[in-house]
């Protein structure tokens, strides 16, 4: 199953902090029917209580916003390049903040498989060089591309 589509990705994504990130990021799950109204709410209700904003090594952070799987119609993920970083707390740390320059709002149907996902992520976020390829992407495609080939959920 991929979890990425051309609808879902917007580069030079402004957003003034991370709540309008979430939120913009969000609308693109509502308008694709992937998510219920409750969800983008919810995401933000969860990001004040479980920060996920992830301090990488390397030039760009990113945040890995998501909630409960009730809220999901199907999965799907939006990813959002910020046109000038936004504040998230950091994850396990959320007295700290750090500068976001990439947010991945996870819509995923089933806890297992957003545990796995998650997981895939954090292993993707360890090659500095994918997060380059994707802010540097200069179309929506070559994003969806690279993001599909490195993190499939296999059986899913």
Do not use: C, W
């Not at 309008?20 to 969800?39: C, H, M, P, R, S």
């Not at 809220?71 to 993920?77: D, F, G, Q, R, T």
Request: hydrophobic share 45%.
């Amino acid at each position: 199953m991929n979890y990425f589509d051309t609808e879902l990705i917007s580069r030079g994504l402004k957003a003034s902090n991370a709540n309008q990130a979430i939120k913009k990021l969000g609308n693109l799950l509502v308008q694709g029917e992937y998510v219920k109204d409750t969800f983008i709410e919810n995401v933000i209700k969860r990001e004040k209580e479980f920060a996920t904003g992830l301090p990488l090594r390397g030039k760009i952070n990113v945040a890995i916003p998501h909630t409960d799987f009730e809220h999901v119609n199907k999965p799907a993920i939006a990813v959002g390049i910020l046109d000038t970083p936004v504040e998230f707390n950091v994850m396990g740390t959320p007295d700290k903040l750090i500068q976001v320059s990439v947010v991945f709002l996870l819509a995923i149907k089933e806890s297992d498989r957003q545990l796995k996902m998650l997981k895939m992520l954090a292993e993707f976020f360890e090659r500095p060089e994918l997060l380059l390829k994707i802010t540097a992407a200069l179309t929506d495609e070559e994003i969806v591309e690279l993001l599909s080939e490195q993190l499939q959920l296999s059986g899913t």
